[in-house]
């Protein structure tokens, strides 16, 4: 699946924001459930978009057992930020501020 089209987190994903790099496609991701998750980049992603510390994301949790830990699935551009925005998503508090 190519990163062309807008698209809001299903059913069993959240919507994160990278706060670290930690290399080899791993990440620290702050997530709307308002935890921390430690994610890798998964899937075709990986070939075409580079994620980086400060990038939206939608995060999919291995398992709701194993709940520290999740993969990347989408990475949002500037268009989708905006559109996030519209659809009223509070995107400063996922970040972090007030």
């Given at each position: 699946m190519r990163n062309t089209e807008f698209r809001l987190p299903e059913?069993?994903?959240v919507l994160g924001y990278v706060i670290q790099q930690l290399g080899h496609?791993?990440?620290y991701v702050k997530c709307s459930d308002n935890k921390i998750r430690f994610?890798?980049?998964?899937?075709?992603l990986t070939r075409y978009a580079w994620v980086k510390a400060g990038d939206f994301v939608i995060v999919k949790p291995i398992s709701p057992k194993e709940d520290e830990r999740g993969d990347i699935v989408y990475l949002y551009n500037k268009l989708g930020?905006?559109?996030l925005k519209e659809l009223g998503y509070d995107l400063d508090s996922l970040k972090g501020e007030s």
């Open positions: 059913k069993d994903e496609g791993n990440m994610c890798k980049v998964r899937g075709s930020i905006e559109k």
